[in-house]
């Protein structure tokens, strides 16, 4: 059961932590005694992986990484110009599993920020890392620009949210099932699950 790989591509130095505490979660989820092996993550913007050849690239050196056998997670922020999940996140994955067809592989974009994942579960947060006890979740919370701005403001007089810092701890309490009301984190739920689902059975096979 514990013969699970996985790596992740992702953005910030908040998410090479806050991504695989995410993985775990979901894989409790489907078996509490699920701890699959999450390497480290692959750091690289979005801005580079739509550039031509760039997402093949990283895709390519994650199945490197992975030798032989897991799966490969793309989860980064759909926040430049004129970007759309639905539209781009396809695009993306086509390319990568072209790259690679011999690995499972996810492409996941969070609409404008993950941290609007936070913002669809903000009552599950109250009083986490500074956060206001009387927190309520916007009524669209992907539609707020600046999630990280808006955490900011509901915090004590002084402090700032710090992607490095607060986003590793709230991924480790926010409430899963309630933020996946917001489509691109319900996306991503979705897509993690079967993906360790599939790669669980193969390997208890």
């Avoid at 994650?62 to 999940?85: E, F, M, N, S």
Wanted: hydrophobic share 40%.
């Amino acid at each position: 059961m514990n013969g699970v790989r996985i790596v992740a591509i992702v953005e910030g130095h908040g998410e090479c932590e806050a991504v695989p505490e995410l993985i775990r979660r979901i894989a409790r989820d489907i078996d509490p005694g699920f701890v699959p092996l999450v390497l480290p993550p692959l750091r690289v913007p979005a801005s580079r992986l739509l550039k031509e050849g760039e997402i093949e690239r990283s895709i390519d050196l994650a199945a490197r990484k992975l030798q032989g056998h897991g799966g490969i997670v793309v989860i980064v922020d759909c926040d430049w110009d004129g970007g759309c999940p639905a539209r781009d996140g396809p695009a993306l994955l086509g390319r990568a599993r072209r790259a690679r067809a011999d690995y499972p592989i996810s492409v996941v974009l969070a609409k404008k920020e993950f941290e609007a994942w936070f913002l669809a579960a903000a009552e599950s947060l109250r009083g986490r890392r500074g956060l206001s006890l009387t927190l309520e979740s916007p009524p669209e919370p992907e539609n707020i620009r600046d999630a990280k701005g808006w955490l900011s403001d509901r915090m004590p007089q002084g402090a700032s949210y710090s992607a490095t810092d607060d986003q590793p701890a709230l991924t480790a309490v926010f409430d899963m099932a309630t933020a996946r009301r917001a489509d691109s984190f319900d996306k991503c739920y979705r897509e993690l699950s079967g993906m360790l689902r599939a790669l669980k059975e193969a390997n208890d096979a």
